[in-house]
């Protein structure tokens, strides 16, 4: 695999654990376990898709009963916000 930023091509798979800010910027959420690479040059880092993502299911999913920290499994695995439930 190549790394994203270099020319470096021996970079590793490997996890990371990052601070979100929720879409409504009120709170934040700890999510681990998130695929990332490792390059010797540029450290360890989520490709642009991932962040992507994982922005998309922050805005997708109700992570109400959730702690702040989740992985990044639960956060793929959590409900759909029902946008047709009125409260
Ligand atoms: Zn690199």
């Known amino acids: 695999m190549q790394c994203t930023w270099c ?17 409504d ?3 934040y959420v700890e ?3 998130i695929p990332a690479k490792s390059c010797q040059n540029c450290g360890i880092y ?8 994982i922005d998309n299911h922050l805005y997708m999913k109700d992570l ?3 702690s702040n920290s989740i992985t990044f499994n639960d956060l793929l695995e ?3 916000i029902d946008v047709f439930s009125l409260k």
Do not use: F, H, R
């Not at 020319?7 to 879409?23: D, G, I, S």
């Open 7 to 23: 020319e470096k091509k021996e970079v590793q798979e490997t996890t990371k654990t990052c601070y979100w800010v929720m879409p």
């Open 25 to 27: 910027g009120k709170d």
């Open 31 to 33: 999510i681990s376990q």
């Open 46 to 53: 989520l490709t642009d898709e991932m962040n992507q993502e």
């Open 64 to 66: 109400s009963d959730y």
């Open 78 to 80: 959590a409900p759909v």
